[in-house]
């Protein structure tokens, strides 16, 4: 039986949701996290990875794709809200 994901997704205002993600005790471990999912989801898609990356459909190429922004947008906008970021 799946281990059952305690998130919980709370609608702050129109075009804004907060997911909740328990078990990180702070911002940092989160976007650690993130950053390492990232990495691992390049691995894939770089040196002899490539080569299957592309041998992928369209929709598959752009979805990878899509993942791989959202993931880095997220870490850098989290990144830059830490009250030690620095000002760029």
Partial sequence: MRERI???AVACSPGTVTIVHPGYSAVTDYVSMR???L???LDLVHDQGLEVFVQCDDDTQRGVLWLASTLANEVSDLILQQPDAPVS
Wanted: net charge neutral.
């Fill in 35 to 37: 950053a390492t999912q």
């Fill in 6 to 8: 305690l998130h919980t």
């Fill in 39 to 41: 990495t691992a989801l």
